[in-house]
């Protein structure tokens, strides 16, 4: 199974903490969706994406199923690395490979069976993302975390078969945030998103809200919803770039 046939990925509902049937049954999520997963913390939002992630069968505590184009996935995608199709970004990301960032970006492309020439892609996609620039000879440890994940978004987009991508609070990675998500939904990725951040929920088409760790509502994005991101968006900008100006050691002149 290759990416270009994965159409949807479905959650069949389980239970939550307390062994009860979750209220929300079923979930079809599709190509270039994003979808936000909100609630409490402790809720029990990370353990939907850790479902996702194993493509579970049944056999977690909750009781999920997830299904690929409505189909229980072959055994041999859920346990081979080099068939798998769901890659994670958290914000915990750090190198610990000794080589450069041309060097990790070729031998993925070659263990992927891609073309090298996708590395200057992936670093120009890259930069559009990190707040730091990134160079092919920059040495993976000797990047900082939002370089790190700024360059693990790019190569999940361009090089990676991964089909499904699980973001757990990327809002506190030290990129551009949206820039990312629109970057995965924008190459046919199907985007699962855990956050607290207004933006990003609002970004996307629907949020799945977790309560007591199952899945209580799905709520679809409205064109109210929709105006307020809009607005919302403009003063989150605004910050990162007022952090941009007293990350290089400028001065702050004033509130426009």
Do not use: Y
Not at 75 to 95: C, E, G, T, W, Y
Not at 158 to 179: M, R
């Amino acid at each position: 199974m290759i990416m270009s046939e994965i159409i949807n990925l479905t959650i069949i509902g389980g239970v939550n903490k307390d062994g009860v049937d979750e209220p929300i049954r079923s979930v079809d999520i599709c190509r270039g969706e994003i979808v936000g997963i909100v609630g409490p913390t402790g809720s029990g939002k990370s353990t939907l994406i850790d479902d996702i992630e194993q493509l579970a069968q049944g056999d977690t505590p909750t009781g999920r199923t997830i299904l690929i184009n409505g189909e229980k996935p072959d055994a041999n995608i859920r346990v081979d690395p080099r068939k798998k199709l769901v890659a994670q970004l958290s914000q915990n990301m750090h190198f610990l490979a000794d080589m450069t960032v041309e060097e990790f970006l070729q031998m993925h492309a070659r263990s992927r069976g891609k073309d090298e020439g996708l590395v200057t892609r992936v670093i120009e996609l890259a930069n559009t993302l990190a707040g730091e620039p990134i160079a092919a000879h920059h040495h993976l440890t000797a990047l900082s975390g939002g370089q790190s994940r700024s360059l693990m978004t790019a190569d999940i987009a361009v090089i990676s078969d991964s089909p499904v991508v699980l973001i757990d609070e990327i809002e506190n990675a030290g990129i551009k945030k949206q820039e990312a998500l629109q970057l995965l939904a924008g190459e046919g990725k199907i985007v699962v998103v855990v956050t607290h951040d207004p933006v990003l929920a609002l970004m996307s088409s629907r949020r799945i809200v977790i309560r007591n760790g199952g899945m209580a509502d799905i709520i679809t994005t409205s064109l109210q919803e929709q105006d307020v991101c809009d607005r919302i968006t403009e003063v989150d900008n605004w910050l990162m770039s007022l952090r941009e100006t007293i990350r290089r050691g400028d001065i702050v002149e004033g509130i426009a």
